[in-house]
């Protein structure tokens, strides 16, 4: 299946329900195939990081976590079907798993965060298997990779933020006993309570990261990329179309 480009990013065109029907059967098997969800500031960072863009372009599955890169689709004339957002990817494809008595691995946040997202997660999802749990405080990927493969788990959650978690699962495509990892950035913070998601009205309407600069305003630096993102698809929409007219 070709993936739509959104400014040098392919993504996979997937309802959510069919990203969770793509997913099931990589988590079957021990390829450690991966999946990232980039958004706006994630596609303008690969546009300067090489090693970034080869490993988006490198996933088993591209997903368009953020409203940003629909909208932007839409300005290119390369609509996609929605947006799939990373956590709810993750609950949903967990959901699917707990019913077969599948497993998740837990890596990333600061030291306890991920403990305390798995004893959220076995509540909500009570035929799951927390296969166990590292932080993202590692100088040495030996010992992490060690419990990783012992426990083998479905999926693996890697959330060490962007670019570190895409390089890090493109380093071990294919190396390690899991089934699928993800690149998840903050979602076990948000799992273990330490930070608030955006109430589901906002989500609807696109607007988490209105929500999140309102409640983080240090943010701002990162959430200008959102504007430039916009702009740059709307200035490779109009350069297109000229260089239509003048072929």
Not at 119 to 124: G, I, P, Q, W
């Given at each position: 299946?070709?993936r ?5 990013v ?14 099931l059967?990589l ?8 999946a990232?969800?980039?958004?706006p500031?994630i596609?303008?960072m690969?546009r ?6 080869r490993?988006?372009?490198g ?14 689709a839409?300005?290119l ?5 929605g ?5 709810d990817?993750?609950?949903?494809l967990?959901?699917r798993?707990?019913e ?6 837990l ?6 965060v ?13 035929g ?8 993202g ?7 992490v ?10 999926l ?17 495509a294919?190396?390690l006993?899991v089934?699928?990892?993800a690149?998840?950035?903050g979602?076990?913070?948000?799992l ?14 696109g ?12 943010r ?18 109009i ?9």
């Open positions: 299946m070709s739509i480009d959104v400014l040098g392919g993504f996979d065109d997937l309802t959510m329900e069919e990203a969770i029907e793509a997913a059967p988590a079957a098997g021990r390829g450690a195939a991966y990232v969800t980039p958004n500031e596609v303008m690969a300067s990081d090489g090693a970034l863009a490993a988006l372009g996933a088993d599955l591209v997903l368009a976590d953020g409203i940003g890169v629909v909208k932007g839409q300005i004339g390369t609509p996609l079907k947006r799939v957002p990373g956590i990817f993750a609950c949903a967990m959901e798993l707990a077969r008595g599948g497993s998740v691995y890596f990333g946040a600061k030291p306890g991920a403990e305390r997202a798995g004893e959220e997660l076995a509540r909500r999802y009570p799951l298997e927390i296969a166990g749990a590292s932080d405080y590692f100088t040495d990927d030996g010992p990779v060690e419990k990783i493969n012992a426990a083998s788990p479905d693996l959650m890697v959330c060490l933020g962007s670019p570190k978690q895409e390089l890090w699962m493109e380093a071990h294919g190396g006993s089934g699928l990892m690149g998840l950035g979602s076990l913070d948000v273990a309570g330490e930070v608030k998601r955006a109430p589901e009205s906002w989500q609807r309407l607007l988490e990261w209105l929500y999140r600069l309102i409640k983080e305003p240090r701002i630096g990162r959430m200008m990329k959102l504007p430039l993102f916009v702009l740059e698809a709307a200035g490779q929409r350069r297109g179309r000229r260089n239509g007219e003048q072929g």
